[in-house]
């Protein structure tokens, strides 16, 4: 009984995983236009904010995401995330994960503002670097 009831549990959190995941996958795929209509409001609404808004906003999102002050926010993530899938937590796997995927990530971000920002709104970039020192 001791034996059956972690492997059971096991089971059954990756039937639920998988179906939630087959049912998002469902969801985003039907509803590719209410996503489409989203993602232009989303666009819409950042680009009639000034620019020192902008600005604000893109470091809070950088800051928050991949900010120096938040390994430790990352170790949880990813404790909890192995923790879902029923898999035991490896400190070098997580370590390893905290040490690189936050620096990816703040590189893909910044090519991000200075490919696509650069090009809609050069003000926004100036003023991102006059508040990023």
């Not at 996958?25 to 232009?40: D, I, P, Q």
Request: aromatic share 16%.
């Amino acid at each position: 009984m001791m034996y059956n009831e972690p492997n059971i549990q096991l089971i059954l959190q990756l039937v639920t995983n998988t179906i939630s995941l087959t049912f998002l996958v469902f969801l985003f795929l039907s509803g590719r236009k209410r996503l489409a209509v989203l993602n232009s409001r989303i666009q819409e609404s950042f680009y009639s904010l000034n620019d020192t808004m902008k600005a604000f906003f893109i470091l809070l999102l950088t800051d928050l995401c991949v900010g120096f002050h938040s390994p430790h926010g990352w170790e949880i993530l990813v404790v909890s995330f192995f923790k879902q899938f029923g898999l035991i937590p490896n400190k070098y796997v997580i370590s390893c994960f905290v040490s690189t995927f936050p620096v990816l990530l703040d590189t893909v971000f910044k090519y991000w503002i200075f490919r696509h920002l650069n090009q809609t709104s050069p003000s926004i970039v100036v003023t991102y670097h006059t508040m990023g020192e």
